[in-house]
């Protein structure tokens, strides 16, 4: 009898659980073959100069036994460096995140991916070619364009090939044809253009932490996704003009009327009040507002989302190929940051910076600000006016973020590294 038990318990110590080999320890023949071999945890990765079995960044992990820490469980194969979340959403895949960190980072947020339908045509019995489509012959050519499925760029192995796909789309959003209805026509949703963006951002982080890929991919695409954004928000201006906003974590829009003097940005565990109370105006317009946490480029130690303001002047917004038609006189702006936890916020250390629309240029703006820790606020101690005072008409980035927040590449974790286009090892350099 005793007997039988020992064997039993020898038997259950050494059987491997799901989620528990070390990615280490398996080879290019298993490596992520299964659940037992680290299949949602596990990738083979040949470009480094030792091909081997690599964990996945945590945030792409999909198999969350792979995270979590001994106890009454098996300690995951992933556990030395990711947490399994302690809380899960439905809407979105992610079910790890680094180290300590104990919370879903929105920077790094994954919607689910389907792959229904197709790439490059649309989802009808009979497929229509994407470039043959004309949404300006009925409402229902519109609704079709939305059933054309970004998330399949995925799957590519080329990256030429993954980036022309994902340009393809974004290219048709801004046709001028294709463009003009989705701003224009009443059965528009703005959802549906926000929706691709937020795919686009998505397709563009994780193709880049996969694949190590140069600044050149993102260059390619992101100008496109940030025109796509513009023409979501001109399209929120005439769908609900009188305010509109929306979060989805990788990317925000809110839009606003000049009269409303203020826009609050919700952002994680923040909110950044833009304040033009003190801008006087020659005529009414738009504050329009697309937001985005910088760290899925890169940039961390950031309190505050970047915040890209394009506002306009005039009663009806036009979105123009140049996009240079914003207004350059918008100014006196007071930012207001308040934080949700518990940091306590060193008021000499916090600036406000300006930030290009590739990310690449970020710039002290010199302003300084005065924070009160009990009510957890912090406010510009002179309201901001560019300086000089932009004359190309594309609109002003912002965001608040510790002196610091470059100063250390060896604070970033794995996918922060790779994402700002650095060496990762073991650490960061």
Same mark, same amino acid.
């Given at each position: 009898m005793f007997v039988l038990i020992f064997i039993f318990i020898t038997t259950l110590y050494a059987q491997i659980f799901v989620g528990q080999s070390l990615c280490s320890?398996?080879?290019?023949?298993?490596?992520?073959?299964?659940?037992?071999?680290?299949?949602?945890?596990?990738?083979?990765?040949?470009?480094?100069?030792?091909?081997?079995? %690599?964990?996945?960044?945590?945030?792409?992990? +999909?198999? *969350?036994?792979?995270?979590?820490?001994? =106890?009454? /469980?098996?300690?995951?194969?992933?556990?030395?460096?990711?947490?399994? %979340?302690?809380?899960?959403?439905?809407?979105? +895949?992610? *079910?790890?995140?680094?180290?300590?960190? =104990?919370? /879903?980072?929105?920077?790094?947020?994954?919607f689910t991916m389907n792959f229904d339908g197709y790439v490059d045509s649309t989802n009808d019995i009979t497929p229509i070619p994407m470039a043959s489509l004309d949404i300006s012959q009925s409402v229902k050519d519109m609704f079709r364009l939305y059933t054309i499925n970004p998330w399949l760029a995925a799957q590519e192995t080329v990256e030429s090939v993954f980036q022309d796909k994902l340009i393809a789309i974004l290219d048709k959003y801004l046709e001028p044809n294709t463009r003009d209805v989705l701003i224009s026509e009443p059965k528009s949703y703005p959802f549906y253009i926000e929706r691709t963006v937020y795919q686009a951002l998505q397709l563009l982080r994780d193709w880049t932490v996969m694949h190590k890929s140069t600044i050149a991919l993102r260059n390619a695409i992101l100008p496109k996704i940030w025109s796509v954004?513009?023409?979501?928000?001109?399209?929120?201006?005439?769908?609900?003009?009188?305010?509109y906003q929306s979060n989805h974590y990788i990317i925000n829009f809110a839009i606003i009327p000049y009269f409303k003097n203020s826009l609050k940005i919700l952002g994680q565990a923040h909110t950044l009040t833009i304040d033009w109370n003190a801008f006087a105006y020659n005529s009414n317009g738009f504050v329009m507002v697309y937001s985005y946490p910088p760290e899925q480029f890169g940039i961390i130690k950031a309190y505050t989302d970047v915040i890209c303001i394009r506002p306009f002047q005039g009663g009806s917004v036009l979105y123009v190929d140049t996009e240079d038609n914003y207004d350059n006189t918008f100014s006196q702006i007071k930012f207001i940051y308040y934080w949700a936890d518990s940091i306590i916020i060193d008021q000499t250390k916090?600036?406000?910076?300006?930030?290009?629309?590739?990310?690449?240029t970020i710039t002290d703006t010199g302003s300084s600000f005065t924070c009160n820790q009990s009510s957890r606020t912090c406010t510009i101690n002179t309201n901001y006016s560019p300086n000089p005072a932009p004359i190309d008409g594309k609109g002003q980035n912002y965001f608040i973020g510790h002196v610091d927040y470059n100063l250390l590449q060896s604070d970033k974790k794995r996918a922060q590294c790779i994402l700002a286009y650095k060496t990762w090892t073991t650490t960061c350099a």
């Open positions: 320890t398996l080879t290019s023949t298993n490596c992520g073959t299964d659940a037992i071999n680290g299949q949602g945890w596990c990738y083979w990765d040949s470009t480094i100069a030792t091909p081997a079995c %690599l964990t996945l960044p945590c945030y792409l992990i +999909d198999e *969350v036994a792979a995270c979590r820490t001994g =106890g009454t /469980l098996i300690t995951g194969g992933a556990n030395t460096d990711c947490d399994s %979340l302690e809380t899960f959403s439905l809407q979105y +895949d992610n *079910v790890c995140c680094d180290k300590n960190l =104990g919370k /879903l980072n929105h920077a790094f947020v994954r954004a513009l023409v979501a928000l001109t399209r929120m201006t005439k769908f609900q003009p009188n305010y916090l600036k406000l910076f300006q930030i290009s629309d590739d990310t690449q």
